[in-house]
């Protein structure tokens, strides 16, 4: 099992930036990803490592954000650049179960950003 802590929300404006942290604990980082959800709509997958470091971005953020790993630290990062608008959504680090010996995922709690002016 992991257990996965999201940090690093907050408002902004737009063309502004942040860097979410997903701090793991419970077992070794491998497999992870970051989803966002914003109001009315489904959850939206964005950005996905698989254990080699290999990254998937949806288009939607692709040049905009990097997903990274810090092994030492056991925590992911979701660094995010020229922020828009329609980027506010409530931001979940994910973690595919079956990576981590379990028939189900695992979330964090969600942390919010919102690009606003």
């Known amino acids: 099992q992991v257990q996965l802590l999201e940090s690093g929300g907050g408002l902004v404006q737009p063309g502004g930036s942040l860097r979410l942290s997903c701090a793991a604990s419970?077992?070794?980082?491998?497999?992870v990803g970051w989803q966002r959800q914003a109001p009315g709509k489904p959850r939206e997958l964005i950005a996905a490592?698989?254990?080699?470091?290999?990254?998937n971005y949806a288009d939607s953020v692709k040049g905009r954000f990097t997903l990274s790993r810090d092994n030492a630290k056991n925590t992911a990062y979701l660094q995010m650049n020229s922020l828009k608008p329609e980027d506010t959504a409530v931001y979940y680090c994910?973690?595919?179960?079956?990576?981590?010996?379990?028939?189900?995922?695992?979330w964090g709690q969600g942390t919010q950003v919102t690009v606003s002016s």
């Open positions: 994910h973690a595919p179960g079956p990576f981590y010996g379990s028939i189900r995922d695992f």
């Open positions: 419970g077992s070794r980082l491998r497999d």
């Open positions: 490592m698989n254990s080699a470091g290999d990254i």
